[in-house]
């Protein structure tokens, strides 16, 4: 029995060191060659319909040599690979498996001789044994991959656990620093949760946040930025509808039995429908603006406002419109005195008008929404302000939105770099905004009690005694300006819009009386407000039949730069009420005496002038001389 093992015995190695490669080299070269001329024969034979079954099979036997120099040339570069394929660490196994399956014994010199008895041996034994005996370094190694595999996934474990314990002990650490962050004004909590609910917000009003927000923490400390609505509706706005088919399938005959009850009139529907155009955004993003309180003059003065004065803006996107709008407030630490004529100096409709020249908030700045209103039966968004805020133009940049007019697009995106252009230019002229009608509040208390406030800086601007004075100070509306006979000049220039405040005042000095219709521009004081005058004094006089009533409107609306003050020149007005008092005197002084009237002069001279009259036109000296104290011509 051994001895019929050991004849038995086939190792690869020992053949392939027999081989010489010079000779498979050379058998392989010459099988090449018979394989082309046996291929070209059998399609010569193909194409005249010939079947030559000879030359087929000697053909195909070629494969086979192909198979052994293949595996030779394999064995070869494996110089050092473990043991033979058939003899394992085991020779107990390879002897059994060679029991079970025999193989025809084949002598070696007769393998040598016959190419095609040494590719089927091959064939036949080596492909049934190598896959049943395993390599003993491969099984050493897939042990240690298995050890290996269950310490990393113990260590995962470990740090899973430590993890978990991680968490509460880190939300316990952020809630006992509230106190200290909200101390040192350090709010990171409140911060990140703004930051996760800004993800929800609309392109505009996420550019508006992401802008105004760099914005506060790089150069102005007293803008706060905030993110007001319901974040779980927002997110429902993106969520796809469920599907509902049962519920309609379920209800559909109770509907065609209802139809005719219930069925909307054309206006529920338009109804309907315009709501749904003006939605809004459930989320919106507020601005508080922060300034000092500015005294009567402008400055930071202790006897003037709180420093908590605060300008609160909610900007508002209509996502069927893609238009943004705002709202204003205006909050004051401490209350204000209570003026009549200052109503509309804080009101939210008319406190951002003009912001920027021209923008008047009461038209939408997207062309595509004009097509849109047509549909649903809306004439103008200025019905609507009053509820869904201003669309202005400058809050359209703030969101990054741009509607060009010359070439409409089909859709605008939210840019941010328009967005960051406009920041801090638009922030400083609300802040200015906000001032100035504070500034102008707290003068018009003054004014409808007959005081004209004159600051310490501008004393030097008149004389020390002045005997007219302001006696009424009220609000107009802008038809009862317009219906004035000494006011259409200005209107015809365009100066008066309806967009702007529009006041009178009544100067008194014994029985003349002058009227004062003015034009308050939204710009105050960057833009000067414009008065016209008429003199009720021995009949009715105006700068359309009297030369000095149309100097003295020169002197405060042309001559205005000289009654600034100091910048930020809020006591403006103040000032061009007081420059009417003084040159009212002055009028009224330099009249010629009527000799028919007895009695003394109703006005005596107490001005100093230099000339009484001047040139054909008989020109008054209007303009007043500091130190000397005397009154000049221009």
Partial sequence: GGAVEDARYYSEESEVDLRDPIKDYELYRETCQELQRLMAEIQELKSRGIKENVRRASWCLHFPGFSLLNLGSGQSLLGSSEGSWLLAAEPGVGADLLREEPVPFVEHSTRMSFPFSLSVFHLQSVPSCLPLIPSPRLAEKYKECLTSKEKILKEIEVKKEYLSSLQPRLNSIMQASLPVQEYLFMPFDQAHKQYETARHLPPPLYVLFVQASAY??????????????????????????????????????????????????????????????????????????????????????????????????TFHYLMNLNVMTVKAKVTTAMEMTTAISAGDLLSPDSLLNCLYPGDHGRKTPNPANQFQFDKVGILTLSDYVTELGHPYVWVQKLGGLHFPKEQPQHTVAADNSLSASHMELTVKLLRSRLQSRLALHKQFASLEHGVVPVSSECQQLFPTKIVSRLVKWTAIPYEDYAELPYTKDVIEAGLAEDTHLYYMALIERGTAKLQAAVVLNPGYSTLPPVFSLCLNWKGERNSSNDDNIRAMESEVNVYYKELW??????????????????????????????????????????????????????????????????????
């Fill in 216 to 313: 506060g923490q790089a150069c102005d400390k007293k803008l706060v930025v905030a993110i007001e609505g319901s974040v779980e509706e927002a997110k429902a706005l993106y969520k796809p509808p469920e599907d509902s088919q049962d519920d309609e399938s379920d209800s559909d005959a109770e509907e065609e039995q209802t139809t005719k009850r219930r069925r909307p009139t054309l206006g529920v529907q338009l109804d309907d429908k315009r709501k749904e155009m003006l939605k809004r955004h459930p989320l919106s993003v507020t601005l508080d603006l922060k300034c000092k309180g500015e005294g009567l003059w402008g400055g930071t003065a202790a006897q003037g406002l709180s420093p908590a004065n605060v300008l609160h803006l």
């Fill in 565 to 634: 003050g100091p910048k930020p020149g809020y006591q403006l007005l103040t000032n061009q009420l007081q420059r009417l008092c003084m040159v009212l005197d002055v009028y009224l002084e330099t009249e010629p005496h009527d000799p028919s009237v007895e009695g003394p002069k109703e006005f005596p001279q107490e001005k100093m002038c230099l000339r009484l009259v001047r040139g054909p036109l008989r020109l008054k000296p209007f303009k007043f001389n500091y130190p000397q104290g005397f009154f000049s011509h221009r």
